[in-house]
T-cell receptor
Framework: AQSVAQPEDQVNVAEGNPLTVKCTYS??????LFWYVQYPNRGLQFLLK??????LVKGSYGFEAEFNKSQTSFHLKKPSALVSDSALYFC?????????????FGAGTTVTVRA | TAGITQAPTSQILAAGRSMTLRCTQD?????MYWYRQDLGLGLRLIHY???????GKGEVPDGYSVSRANTDDFPLTLASAVPSQTSVYFC????????????FGPGTRLTVL
């Protein structure tokens, strides 16, 4: 079985401050990990993914995420948040050992960046 | 390219009525998915299809059916809608490799009264 936990329903930061959105996962084997962002009344947009190799993954809009196997985490980070980063963020996982392509999503974290 | 389109954008439906949500992609992706999004629950997989002609059940398949007659289209049907099916529905597609991300449509907001 595969699952994802996003322990924070909401994250509030001031513009210009670092932003971190937490994600932990559970899989029986090794994971593929993804981050998506959803703006109001829109579909999900892909931000970045971890497949293999370097544990630090860089993605769109200045976001990055660090894969930590020992802590089973894949936290999303941005060094300097913008008001336009305010959105709903989803972490997702797929166990490499499964034969289908289904993702399991977390419940989402609402990020609010205040000016 | 349009990517993934969904129709309708929103719909109000009387309980007991049937409805088909449409999804079309132009990326020639083999795999397609239907999710529902509910506050506090994230996205839950309803049905999926790894390739044309095959479908599978996700986490919450009851009350829904799908078909995959060709690569591009993946309609979701509610045979007899109930209020608990009020939700926002998203269609997605991906290449058939687990390392590939899924691309999402704009969603259909469905209200069942």
């Amino acid at each position: 079985a595969q699952s994802v936990a996003q322990p924070e329903d909401q994250v509030n930061v001031a513009e210009g401050n670092p932003l971190t959105v937490k994600c932990t996962y559970s899989v029986s084997g090794n994971p593929y990990l993804f981050w998506y962002v959803q703006y109001p009344n829109r579909g999900l947009q892909f931000l970045l993914k971890y497949i293999t190799g370097d544990n630090l993954v860089k993605g769109s809009y200045g976001f990055e995420a660090e894969f930590n196997k020992s802590q089973t985490s894949f936290h999303l980070k941005k060094p300097s948040a913008l008001v336009s980063d305010s959105a709903l963020y989803f972490c997702a996982v797929r166990d490499r050992n499964t034969r289908d392509y289904k993702l399991s999503f977390g419940a989402g974290t609402t990020v609010t960046v205040r000016a | 390219t349009a990517g993934i389109t969904q129709a309708p954008t929103s719909q109000i439906l009387a309980a007991g009525r049937s409805m088909t949500l449409r999804c079309t992609q132009d990326m020639r992706h083999n795999a397609m998915y239907w999710y529902r999004q509910d506050l506090g629950l994230g996205l839950r997989l309803i049905h999926y299809s790894n390739t044309a002609g095959t479908t599978g059940k996700g986490e919450v398949p009851d009350g829904y059916s799908v078909s995959r007659a060709n690569t591009d289209d993946f309609p979701l049907t509610l045979a007899s809608a109930v209020p608990s099916q009020t939700s926002v529905y998203f269609c997605a597609s991906s290449r058939t490799s687990g390392r590939n991300e899924q691309f999402f449509g704009p969603g259909t907001r469905l209200t069942v009264l």
